[in-house]
């Protein structure tokens, strides 16, 4: 069970869950959706330019 399947499962095993998504909307997923647009945005952002190769000192 994935946590999309275990957020599926607890909405209809939980009827508050509902009524919270209702009034504060869906806050899991409006995370999700923006850490993933963050994490886009800094692969973007950050170059780290070529990988040099290690040398031991």
Do not use: C, W
Request: no cysteine; proline share 7%.
């Amino acid at each position: 069970m994935n946590q999309q399947d275990r957020i599926q499962h607890a909405r209809g095993d939980a009827p508050i869950y509902d009524k919270l998504v209702a009034e504060r909307g869906d806050v899991p997923a409006q995370v999700s959706t923006e850490a993933a647009r963050i994490l886009k945005d800094a692969e973007r952002s950050v170059d780290f330019g070529p990988r040099l190769p290690y040398t031991a000192l």
